[in-house]
């Protein structure tokens, strides 16, 4: 069975960095879509950054030129997060799709102060 586990979340100050990490356990086939999501408390989860087929990504507007998704490893999926905001804020969920399967990790909390 496929799980994903994020790390890398905590509190940091505004203007302050984070590094999310996202690992996959288990067989797991090709890989067609990597993606980082995120759910701030009493908002609908919302989409931040996509990379399709380990090559093209894109950015949520709020987020663009601040957040980099990247790929270091078959399993493995990035984002790192600079100038942060406290609207950053929020739980944050990596995701990997591909024919037949669609996983979700359970999540890691990032949280910006002012």
């Known amino acids: 069975q496929v799980q994903l586990v994020e790390s890398g979340g905590g509190l940091v100050q505004a203007g302050g960095s984070l590094r999310l990490s996202c690992a996959a356990s288990?067989?797991?086939?090709?890989?067609?879509?990597m993606g980082w999501y995120r759910q701030a408390p009493g908002k609908e989860r919302e989409w931040v950054a996509i990379?399709?087929?380990?090559?093209?990504s894109n950015y949520a507007d709020s987020v663009k030129g601040r957040f980099t998704i990247s790929r270091e490893a078959k399993n493995m999926v990035y984002l790192q997060m600079n100038s942060l905001k406290p609207e950053d804020t929020g739980v944050y969920y990596c995701?990997?799709?591909?024919?037949?399967?669609?996983?979700w990790g359970q999540g890691t909390q990032v949280t910006v102060s002012s």
């Open positions: 995701r990997f799709a591909g024919l037949g399967y669609d996983y």
């Open positions: 288990g067989s797991i086939g090709n890989i067609n879509t």
């Open positions: 990379l399709i087929s380990g090559a093209n």
